[in-house]
């Protein structure tokens, strides 16, 4: 796939969606944090039904430590994995209290070594919080890189280095919003809807469907 074409799809996805953002319920940094740590391995809408219970509740480090795990686990526990993430979130919150003043630090490298924030995680944070361009590969960013051919790869890291090399600047820093809404809503992993894409003809996958 060549530059003008890959310019192309990223102007159509803005042109259909000029700001978009995470459907991931928060109104922090540090509530986003928490989101995201729980979104691994889950749903949106499921993360969503938990902290809208919770936030309310406890939204900061110290009122979580407050809770304790097992205060924590009631919240979450409609969550998969909600044990280890509960332990995980616990630690996480400890850590942002005694080293960033319950601050979320704003540099991978900090973001990493949290509990339960890896690469991923951490991608998202950078990009969604504090509005760098990253780009967090999750399932459907690599399903819709590799499919359309916009940066093929073979490992998360590959889609994404390819990504942060191949797509224009100006489209870095919504890219990876548009790309995750693109593969949870129409290049779904079944059946992609190939006759509702904007960027059906420009798209290089080989077995497209006709809706």
Partial sequence: ?????????FERLCAENPKPTTELNYKTPFELLIAVILSAQATDKGVNKATDKLYPVANTPSAILKLKEDGLKQYIKTIGLFNSKAANIIKTCAILKEKYNSEVPQDRESLEALPGVGRKTANVILNTAFGQPTIAV???????????????????LEVER???????????LDAHHWLILHGR????????????????DLCEYKQKTVE
């Fill in 138 to 156: 999750d399932t459907h960013i690599f399903r819709v890189s590799n499919r359309t051919r916009i940066a093929p790869g073979k490992t998360v």
């Fill in 185 to 200: 809503y129409v290049c779904v992993a079944r059946k992609p809807r190939c006759g509702a894409c904007v960027i059906e």
């Fill in 1 to 9: 796939m060549n530059k003008q074409k890959r310019t192309e799809i």
């Fill in 162 to 172: 390819k990504l942060m090399k191949f797509i224009p600047d100006e489209f870095k």
